[in-house]
């Protein structure tokens, strides 16, 4: 719950709690983390000291549902000769760290990032005789946050976020989000660490899948150059009723689809609903195909094969260097790479009491014959994955949300994999992976093109290979709501 008020003053903090990680201490009634954001803020804004501003009642570090303390409305004029209108600017507060008592984030020293690491922004486009920003954005900026705390998954400047509703709750197209750089808003080095600010731009079904198919990088550039759709601020506009290739139909054949022939696509992986079986098997069989049996409790990924995991999805993203799947390393720690920043877990593993098996007791299996199951959204990335990754040499990984288990699809230029040319399906644990040949690649494609249209099929579909031994199925998606997966 929250409540519009102007800034003035953030409002009552409490004391830096005690503790040997906590920092100097610092006047409470200010805190250094939010001063230092407030100061770039000043410098944007000289005219506007005290915003309009949505805060949460009940703070995050005192139980209340909303991590961000605080968003920022303010009146942004824009430049009408360089195509930018007049908008509103978001900026939120949380994400950092704001306190440096450890109420929220670790305390862990100036010269890394602050907390996540970042603060979002969002630019709405402002309409005629608008004499108030709208508080929705700061509700869509809370649900962001609240999947950045809930999973410490941070975000960088590419990613998409597929919202499959419109931001607003009204009828609009613009129904998901890509990140940027914020174009106005500096990196601020605060007593806790660096923040730098992701502003979220509003995007059509149309946009995000030719970011999927392609990168977000390049479809925000293009989003750059036609300035209904965002123009050089990338300003997002509710009511915008036309995608840039409705706009401008040469912009998917001559960018997009030239960037996807040439470049590939850079998404290496997806949160989907997916599961796989072992065929080489009798379902009778009591000894579970995928691991070995440590309890009659479920089974989990092992933290070393979801780190593994976690860094297969973050090197996805390094189209210039040859793919590599990271080799499983009890000394690895969850260290920086120059595409994205690391999740702050351990593991994907939740705080449930299910069992996790130890690494050292999960051997690796070659299987004969498998079965691999989607749902319709998962399953219409197939293509993406087999033409825009592995036919560019890469990998592409399938996470479940519905259970602990993963599928990950690799090319023949892959090192590190467990999955070989002469055994091309294996698992290590319910991780399973899949080499394909580019021969049969291409086969899979001429085999799968009605994926493409998948609004043109009814559930569930079936394609299989019998010679690969290889079953794909397209499933409803309450298939994946059972506990059997």
């Given amino acids: 719950m929250a409540e519009l008020r102007p800034s003035g003053a953030p409002g009552p903090a409490a004391p830096p709690a005690p503790g040997p990680s906590a920092p100097p201490a610092f006047a409470s009634l200010f805190p250094p983390g939010l001063h230092?954001?407030?100061?770039?803020?000043?410098?944007?804004?000289?005219?506007?000291?005290?915003?309009?501003?949505?805060?949460?009642?009940?703070?995050?570090?005192?139980?209340?549902p909303d991590p961000l303390d605080y968003v920022s409305m303010y009146r942004?004029?824009?430049?009408?000769?360089?195509?930018?209108?007049?908008?509103?600017?978001?900026?939120?507060?949380?994400?950092?760290d704001l306190y440096g008592d450890s109420r929220v984030h670790e305390f862990t020293g100036t010269d890394g990032p602050s907390g996540f690491g970042f603060e979002l922004t969002f630019r709405l486009k402002r309409e005629t005789g608008e004499s108030a920003p709208p508080t929705w954005p700061a509700e869509l900026m809370q649900g962001l946050a609240r999947y950045v705390f809930q999973s410490e998954n941070t975000f960088c400047s590419g990613d998409h976020v597929s919202w499959h509703s419109p931001l607003d709750n009204s009828e609009s197209r613009i129904q998901h989000m890509l990140l940027t750089e914020d174009p106005q808003m500096q990196p601020v080095?605060?007593?806790?660490?660096?923040?730098?600010?992701?502003?979220?731009?509003?995007?059509?079904?149309?946009?995000?899948?030719?970011?999927?198919?392609?990168?977000?990088?390049?479809?925000?550039?293009?989003?750059?150059?036609v300035p209904v759709a965002g123009g050089p601020w990338l300003i997002t506009d509710m009511r915008r009723g036309e995608t840039i290739f409705e706009i401008d139909p040469h912009l998917q054949q001559e960018r997009?689809?030239?960037?996807?022939?040439?470049?590939?696509?850079?998404?290496?992986?997806?949160?989907?609903?997916?599961?796989?079986?072992?065929?080489?098997?009798?379902?009778?069989?009591?000894?579970?195909?995928?691991?070995?049996?440590?309890?009659?409790?479920?089974?989990?990924?092992?933290?070393?094969?979801?780190?593994?995991?976690?860094?297969?999805?973050?090197?996805?993203?390094?189209?210039?260097?040859?793919?590599?799947?990271?080799p499983i390393n009890p000394q690895r720690q969850n260290g920086?790479?120059?595409?994205?920043?690391?999740s702050r877990k351990d593991s994907l593993e939740s705080d449930s009491s299910t069992a996790v098996i130890p690494h050292e007791l999960v051997r690796t299996r070659q299987l004969e014959s498998v079965h691999l199951k989607f749902n319709q959204e998962s399953g219409a990335l197939i293509p993406l994955c087999l033409r825009g990754r592995l036919l560019h040499g890469r990998h592409?990984?399938?996470?479940?949300?519905?259970?602990?288990?993963?599928?990950?699809?690799?090319?023949?230029?892959?090192?590190?994999?467990?999955?070989?040319?002469?055994?091309?399906?294996?698992?290590?644990?319910?991780?399973?992976q899949i080499l394909l040949t580019e021969e049969f690649v291409e086969k899979m494609l001429e085999d799968l093109e009605d994926l493409t249209s998948p609004e043109e099929f009814k559930l569930p579909k079936e394609y299989s290979w019998p010679?690969?031994?290889?079953?794909?199925?397209?499933?409803?998606?309450?298939?994946?709501?059972?506990?059997?997966?």
Avoid at 276 to 301: A, K, N
Wanted: net charge negative; hydrophobic share 35%; glycine share 8%.
């Fill in 76 to 96: 942004n004029v824009g430049s009408p000769s360089a195509n930018i209108p007049e908008h509103w600017h978001y900026i939120s507060f949380g994400l950092s």
């Fill in 256 to 326: 997009v689809d030239k960037g996807i022939e040439t470049d590939g696509s850079n998404l290496s992986g997806v949160s989907a609903k997916c599961a796989w079986d072992d065929l080489s098997r009798p379902p009778e069989d009591d000894e579970d195909s995928r691991s070995i049996c440590i309890s009659t409790q479920p089974r989990r990924l092992s933290g070393k094969d979801t780190e593994q995991i976690r860094e297969t999805l973050r090197r996805g993203l390094e189209i210039n260097n040859k793919p590599v799947l990271p």
């Fill in 467 to 485: 010679e690969k031994k290889l079953k794909v199925s397209i499933l409803p998606d309450v298939v994946f709501d059972s506990p059997l997966h």
């Fill in 396 to 432: 592409f990984t399938y996470k479940s949300i519905t259970g602990d288990m993963a599928i990950t699809f690799v090319s023949t230029g892959v090192e590190g994999a467990f999955a070989t040319e002469e055994h091309p399906y294996a698992a290590h644990g319910p991780w399973l």
């Fill in 189 to 225: 080095q605060t007593p806790f660490g660096v923040v730098t600010f992701l502003q979220i731009v509003g995007v059509c079904t149309e946009e995000l899948h030719a970011a999927q198919q392609w990168n977000g990088q390049g479809i925000l550039e293009l989003l750059r150059t």
């Fill in 36 to 64: 230092a954001i407030y100061g770039e803020c000043r410098r944007l804004y000289p005219d506007q000291p005290n915003p309009l501003q949505v805060t949460a009642i009940v703070k995050y570090w005192l139980g209340g």
């Fill in 336 to 342: 920086f790479t120059h595409d994205r920043a690391p």
